[in-house]
């Protein structure tokens, strides 16, 4: 079975960093699209960066030059540092993954995480 497990998560003030990791398992090699998701209180899940199995990476205009999206397939695990972070970062963050990256559509992703808080104040 597919499962990714997310860390990372806590509360911050405005201006702070966080790290968050997420380990993959039960894929048969790493030849995937991984994402970041968010979701906030009374929001719809939202994109926040997506990277390809080549290290290509895409991310949400709202968090350009402030979060930074890598993985390292050989230990299938992907990452999200999060630096300058503002109040409206609050959200449950979510790693899933997809076979291809062709769309930062929370729908267009069939496997994900728990999720991992993320508070700034």
């Known amino acids: 079975d597919v499962q990714l497990v997310e860390s990372g998560g806590g509360s911050v003030q405005a201006g702070g960093s966080l790290r968050l990791s997420c380990v993959v398992s039960g894929f048969a090699d790493s030849s995937y699209c991984m994402g970041w998701f968010r979701q906030a209180p009374g929001k719809e899940r939202e994109g926040v960066a997506t990277?390809?199995?080549?290290?290509?990476?895409d991310y949400a205009d709202s968090v350009k030059g402030r979060f930074t999206i890598s993985r390292d397939n050989a230990k299938n695990t992907l990452a999200l540092q999060m630096n300058s972070l503002k109040v409206e970062d609050t959200a449950m963050y979510y790693c899933?993954?997809?076979?291809?990256?062709?769309?930062?559509?929370?729908?267009?992703?069939?496997?994900w995480g728990q999720g991992t808080q993320v508070t700034v104040s």
């Open positions: 990277i390809d199995s080549n290290g290509i990476t």
């Open positions: 899933a993954t997809r076979r291809y990256c062709t769309s930062m559509s929370p729908a267009a992703f069939g496997y």
